[in-house]
């Protein structure tokens, strides 16, 4: 079975075109090219790209997450999958990322905000233990819709740590029936994955 190669990175400078454009497609321009240079030079910020290779010497992104360490708290600000790449476990991917970083920061909680028509983002967070916090109304400019705060607790507590390695064999599973192998860059080891600073195959 030929497998494709998937890359999980910390986002750098040349890869913001790419993210402002993604971020146009699935979110409709939620944020500007300088609001993601912010996002880079903040040390609270934790912002991670996924990317397939085009060719050689190029990488496709399409994925991206945020979060803002704010005291102990992790506030994921966005997880963006491209619309071609959705319903194959990416998303999935993404958020465990997230939570693994803000566990390695020593954070002890986590927040998001949803749309309350969103229902396949609230079950796959509901999965990963977030549970409805409140209710913004008309959080959502354009359209007037009320946001669900989700929160989920517990992140520096040993059972959170075991519970994060079971997600990592049930979504190395799930991305290896998708044929993707994954290739990490400071995120430790997954099954199904190669680290990016020791793979011929890691591209910048």
């Known amino acids: 079975m030929s ?79 491209h619309p071609d790449y959705q319903g194959r476990g990416l998303g999935q991917f993404l958020l465990y990322a997230l939570l693994k970083d803000a566990v390695v920061r020593q954070l002890e909680r986590a927040t998001l905000e949803v749309r309350v028509s969103n229902n396949v983002a609230i079950s796959l967070y509901q999965k990963f233990g977030f549970q409805v916090a409140g209710r913004r109304k008309g959080y959502y400019q354009q359209t007037g819709e009320d946001a669900l705060i989700l929160w989920r607790g517990d992140l520096h507590q040993p059972e959170f740590k075991t519970q994060l390695q079971q997600w990592e064999t049930e979504i190395s599973d799930r991305l290896l029936r998708e044929q993707f192998q994954v290739y990490l860059n400071s995120f430790g080891s997954m099954p199904n994955s190669r680290n990016l600073s020791s793979s011929n195959s890691a591209r910048r």
């Open 3 to 81: 497998l494709f190669p998937l890359h999980l990175q910390v986002a750098t400078l040349e890869h913001l075109p790419q993210i402002v454009e993604l971020d146009q497609v699935c979110l409709g321009g939620l944020w500007t090219l300088d609001g993601y240079k912010r996002e880079l030079e903040s040390p609270n910020s934790s912002l991670l790209t996924l990317s397939i290779p085009l060719n050689p010497n190029l990488d496709k992104i399409i994925g991206c997450g945020c979060f803002w360490a704010i005291l102990e708290e992790a506030h994921i600000t966005l997880i963006a999958i």
